[in-house]
C-alpha cells in the first residue's frame, strides 16, 4: 500500500500531478533516444520557420515588392552560417560529452566573465523564447477564433502552467508528450512543400490572392537594409544550441546521438527554411498583419477552408506552442551549471523527486509568465528583446572554441592538459576546427552588432541594460558563497574540539502535555536547565507558576518581564547577559511546537517557534532545539497526541488553553 514504506513517500496531490518520486538511481532510465531528444532540444529551433521568412520579407518589404527576390539569396546565406554553427557546435559535442554548450566552452577557454556573460545571455533567451512561442501559438488560435482575443494572456498563462506541470513530471514523459505535435508539425510542413513543388513543376501553382500589392519600390535597398533583413531572418538559428546544452539527457553514447541529431535538425531546418522561402516567393506570398507567410502558402497550395489547410495551421500554431519546450529542457540544466558554480543559488541544482531540476522548472515558468503579462502576450513586444542573447551566446561559444583548438594545436603531440572541463590533447586537425569556430564567431558577432543595431530603439535597449546588470548580480552571489565558504574553512583554524559549559533553557509558554516532553528533553542532556517565561500577560504569569508547581514540580519558573509585549527582544537580552557572565558557555535554547497533521489545522495555532527560531539563529554560541508535539487527527474529528507523555493526566481547562 502506498505509503506503508518508511523509505517511500505517501500518496499526495503532487504525485497525482507530476507522478510518483523516482529513485536515484532511475537517473539512466531517464534518457530519451535520437526520435525523442528532436522533439525535447529541436522544437524551438524548428518552430523558427514558421515565421523566419516572414521575418525576411517583413524588411524587405520596406524597399517595396522590387526587393523581394533578395529573400533567397539572403536564405541560403542564413543556411550557410546555420551549417557553419551546426560544424562547430558537433565539435563542442565531442568536446564537452558533459554538456553546458557556451557557458562551459566560454568558462574554460574565455574565463569566468565571459562565460558568465555566455550563461545569462541564454537563461534570458530561453526564458524570452517561452514568452514569444507561447504569444505566437496563442495568437494564431486567437485569429482562428478571435472571441478568445480578449483572454490572450490568461490562456498564455495557461499554457505555461500545463507545460511546467509536464516538464515535472520528467524529461522522458514530456519528450513523448511533446513528440507527437512536433512531428505532426513536421509531416504537414514536408507534405506542403512537396505538394507545392510538384505543382510548381507541373505549372499549377498558382498564386496568391486576397492580399494588398506593394509598390514596387518605396525607399532605395541598401547594405544596410539587407543586412537588417539577414538579421531577422538569423531567428530560424535560435535553440541550435540547445542540444549542446543537453547532451546529457541522451541515452549513450550520448555524444553520438546528441551530434547525430543536431544534425538531423540541421537538416531538417534548412530544408523547411530554404523550401518556405522559394514557394513563397513563387506564390507572390506579402507579409500583412492579419495573416502569416505560412498561411497564404498552404491556402495557394490547398485552397482556402480545405482540412489540408487547417491541419497545416493547426500543425503551425502546436509548434510554436511546443517551442518553449526546449527551453524547459535546457533552461534548468544551464542554470544548474551556473548553480554548481556558485553564481546563482544553489537549490537551483538540486534534482525533484522525478529527477528533473524543479526548482529550474518554476523559475522559467515565473518569469516567463511575468513577461506575457506585461507584454499583454503581444508577440511585437517581445521580438525586439529576442535574439541578441542568444547570438551572443553563439558567439562567445566559438570564440571559446577557436582557443581551445589554439591551444590543443600548440601541445606536443601525446601531450595532455589537465584542469578544464574535459582535457585537452594533441589534435592533428586543429587549424581546420579553428578556422571553422572562428569564422563561425565572426559570422555570429556581426549579426548580433546587426540586432542590437537596428532593434535597438523599439527595444534591444532593454537587454542591453538587463544582461550587464545580470552579470553583476551573479557575480554578486558568487562573491557571496565565497565568502561562505572562507567563513566555513577549516585552514589556519584551531581544529581541536574541546568542550564547554553548556547553559539550557526551557522557553514555556503553557504547562501541558508538551511542556513535560520538553523538561523530558533536557534533562536527558545532562546538564543544568532553567525554565523561562516571558511575560506578556501578568494574569497568565500567576497561572503558569502554579501549573509548574503542581504538575512539573522541579525547579521554577523565571519571568521574564515584556512590558511592551514583545517576545523575540527579552529573550535575546536575557540571553546575551547569560553569554557575557560565561563568554565560554553555549548557551542552549529548547522551545515546543504544537506540529498538525494538515496545512490548515497548522495554520491555526501561533507557531511562535518560527520567530523565535529566526530571531536566535544569528547569535553566537546560541543553539536551539525545537522539541515537536504530534497531534494526530483522529476519525469523528478527535484529536489523538502521540507523544511520551501523552497519557499524562491534564486538566480539560489547561488541554483548552494548550491548544490556543
Not at 516572414?54 to 526587393?67: D, F, Q, R, S, W
Not at 551546426?86 to 565531442?94: A, E, G, H, L, N
Not at 537551483?348 to 523527486?353: H, I, K, T, Y
Request: neutral net charge.
Amino acid at each position: 500500500m502506498i505509503g506503508d514504506s518508511p523509505t517511500r513517500p505517501a500518496f499526495s496531490m503532487s504525485q497525482l500531478l507530476i507522478g510518483p518520486p523516482l529513485e536515484t538511481l532511475a537517473l539512466a532510465h531517464q534518457a530519451v533516444s535520437r526520435v525523442i531528444g528532436l522533439a525535447v532540444f529541436a522544437s524551438d529551433a524548428l518552430s523558427s520557420t514558421a515565421y523566419a521568412t516572414e521575418e525576411i520579407l517583413l524588411i524587405l518589404a520596406l524597399a517595396g515588392a522590387g526587393a523581394f527576390h533578395l529573400s533567397l539569396p539572403i536564405a541560403l546565406a542564413i543556411a550557410s552560417l546555420l551549417v557553419i554553427v551546426t560544424v562547430s557546435y558537433r565539435q563542442t559535442i565531442y568536446a564537452y560529452p558533459n554538456g553546458g554548450g557556451a557557458y562551459i566552452v566560454a568558462r574554460d577557454n574565455l574565463g569566468e566573465v565571459a562565460a558568465v556573460t555566455a550563461g545569462a545571455a541564454l537563461l534570458m533567451d530561453y526564458i524570452l523564447t517561452v514568452a514569444v512561442s507561447i504569444s505566437s501559438g496563442v495568437a494564431q488560435i486567437t485569429s482562428a477564433f478571435p472571441a478568445l482575443h480578449p483572454y490572450s494572456v490568461e490562456f498564455a498563462v495557461g499554457v505555461i502552467l500545463i507545460m511546467t506541470i509536464v516538464n515535472l513530471r520528467g524529461v522522458k514523459e514530456s519528450g513523448t508528450i511533446f513528440a507527437v505535435p512536433t512531428y505532426f508539425f513536421l509531416a504537414m510542413m514536408f507534405i506542403t512543400l512537396g505538394i507545392g513543388v510538384f505543382r510548381a513543376i507541373t505549372g499549377t501553382l498558382g498564386t496568391v490572392t486576397g492580399v494588398e500589392t506593394l509598390a514596387e519600390t518605396l525607399e532605395p535597398i541598401t547594405l544596410f537594409l539587407i543586412l537588417r533583413a539577414f538579421s531577422s531572418g538569423c531567428t530560424a538559428l535560435t535553440g541550435i544550441e540547445a542540444i549542446s546544452n543537453g547532451i546529457t539527457a541522451f541515452k549513450p553514447p550520448r555524444s553520438h546521438n546528441a551530434a547525430v541529431t543536431l544534425t538531423w535538425m540541421s537538416g531538417i531546418l534548412i530544408t523547411l527554411f530554404v523550401g518556405i522561402t522559394i514557394l513563397s516567393r513563387r506564390i507572390g506570398a506579402i507579409p500583412i498583419h492579419n495573416e502569416t507567410v505560412i498561411s497564404q502558402l498552404a491556402r495557394t497550395i490547398y485552397g482556402p477552408g480545405s482540412i489540408l489547410y487547417i491541419m497545416t495551421m493547426a500543425g503551425t500554431a502546436l509548434i510554436l506552442l511546443m517551442a518553449a519546450n526546449t527551453s524547459y529542457a535546457d533552461f534548468p540544466r544551464l542554470a544548474a551549471l551556473q548553480a554548481r558554480d556558485g553564481f546563482l543559488p544553489r537549490q537551483l541544482g538540486f534534482r525533484g523527486s522525478r529527477l528533473v531540476f524543479s526548482w529550474g522548472i518554476l523559475a522559467l515558468a515565473s518569469l516567463a509568465s511575468l513577461l506575457v503579462i506585461f507584454s499583454n502576450a503581444e508577440v511585437s513586444v517581445l521580438i525586439p528583446l529576442y535574439a541578441v542573447g542568444v547570438f551572443m551566446s553563439f558567439t562567445l561559444s566559438q570564440a571559446g572554441m577557436a582557443v581551445r583548438m589554439w591551444r590543443e594545436g600548440h601541445l606536443k603531440p601525446g601531450e595532455i592538459e589537465k584542469g578544464l572541463e574535459t582535457d585537452l590533447s594533441f589534435d592533428p586537425r586543429w587549424r581546420h576546427k579553428m578556422i571553422i569556430s572562428g569564422f563561425g564567431a565572426l559570422c555570429t558577432g556581426i549579426v548580433m552588432v546587426v540586432f542590437a543595431v537596428t532593434k535597438f530603439v523599439t527595444g534591444a535597449w532593454i537587454i542591453v541594460i538587463l544582461l550587464p546588470t545580470l552579470v553583476y548580480t551573479f557575480f554578486r552571489i558568487h562573491k557571496h558563497y565565497k565568502a561562505v565558504a572562507t567563513s566555513l574553512s577549516l585552514k589556519g583554524k584551531n581544529q581541536m574540539v574541546a568542550a564547554h559549559p553548556m547553559q539550557t533553557i526551557i522557553l514555556v509558554d503553557n504547562v501541558h502535555a508538551g511542556t513535560l516532553e520538553m523538561v523530558d528533553v533536557a534533562k536527558s542532556l545532562g546538564h543544568p536547565w532553567r525554565a523561562i517565561h516571558i511575560g506578556i500577560n501578568p494574569d497568565k504569569e500567576e497561572h503558569v507558576k502554579e501549573q509548574w508547581a503542581e504538575y512539573i514540580g522541579e525547579g521554577e519558573v523565571e519571568i521574564i518581564d515584556s512590558p511592551y509585549r514583545h517576545l523575540t527582544y527579552p529573550l535575546r537580552e536575557f540571553i546575551e547577559d547569560l553569554l557575557a557572565q560565561n563568554p565560554d558557555s553555549y548557551v542552549h535554547v529548547i522551545m515546543g511546537h504544537l506540529a498538525m497533521d494538515t496545512f490548515m489545522g497548522q495554520v491555526l495555532h501561533q507557531n511562535s517557534v518560527l520567530l523565535f527560531n529566526v530571531a536566535l539563529t544569528n547569535m553566537d554560541r546560541v543553539v536551539v532545539t525545537i522539541v515537536p508535539y504530534q497531534i494526530h487527527r483522529a476519525p469523528h474529528n478527535q484529536y489523538i497526541a502521540t507523544g511520551n507523555f501523552a497519557r499524562q493526566p491534564v486538566k480539560p481547562a489547561d488541554a483548552a488553553k494548550a491548544a490556543e
